[in-house]
């Protein structure tokens, strides 16, 4: 029973991890705040004159390494800093930019991808932790895993979840 809820439990820390935030339960948290604040996946806060330079809706087409053909639709922001340090995005300001975007791109309710310039630009999945919208780190994962040979414990560790009994924890 408790090896059971173990495993419940640590599924459910695993889904957490791995979930997005759509383009909804971003504008029904922001419509909460008077401020937007964004915090990096280290903690570090992006510069409260950051500007909201793009928003829109992103499609790929594409094929994997197995030959399926898959498809995938996010709606991306891209955040930048430059000097206009009296530059100060309101809640309301970039909520009335995201339903001009919603009217004149028909930008539906899908999962947020957030780019921002680090070293290069960075692409982000995003969160909320009660008091600020956390970019959270992504990464890549092969799609065909069944047709090139990758053994279970190294798909745990590519997801970041695995189950407490594999070993790989």
């Known amino acids: 029973m408790h090896d059971t809820r173990l495993q419940q439990s640590y599924l459910y820390i695993c889904i957490k991890q791995n979930s997005a935030m759509t383009l909804s339960e971003f504008k029904n948290k922001l419509s909460q705040s008077e401020n937007v604040v964004f915090e990096l996946p280290n903690g570090k806060l992006i510069p409260s004159h950051f500007h909201v330079t793009e928003i829109g809706q992103v499609d790929k087409t594409y094929i994997d390494c197995g030959g399926v053909v898959r498809s995938e639709s996010k709606v991306s922001f891209q955040l930048w800093e430059a000097d206009d340090f009296d530059h100060r995005l309101t809640s309301k300001r970039l909520l009335d930019i995201i339903k001009l975007s919603e009217i004149r791109l028909g930008i539906e309710n899908l999962e947020l991808?957030?780019?921002?310039?680090?070293?290069?630009?960075?692409?982000?999945?995003?969160?909320?932790?009660?008091?600020?919208?956390?970019?959270?780190?992504?990464?890549?994962?092969?799609?065909?895993?069944?047709?090139?040979?990758?053994?279970?414990?190294?798909?745990?560790?590519?997801?970041?979840?695995?189950?407490?009994?594999?070993?790989?924890?």
């Open 113 to 169: 991808d957030v780019e921002y310039q680090g070293e290069t630009i960075g692409r982000y999945g995003l969160g909320f932790n009660e008091k600020n919208f956390v970019l959270t780190s992504t990464s890549t994962d092969c799609l065909a895993k069944d047709n090139c040979g990758v053994s279970e414990n190294v798909i745990a560790q590519d997801t970041g979840c695995c189950s407490p009994e594999s070993g790989c924890c």
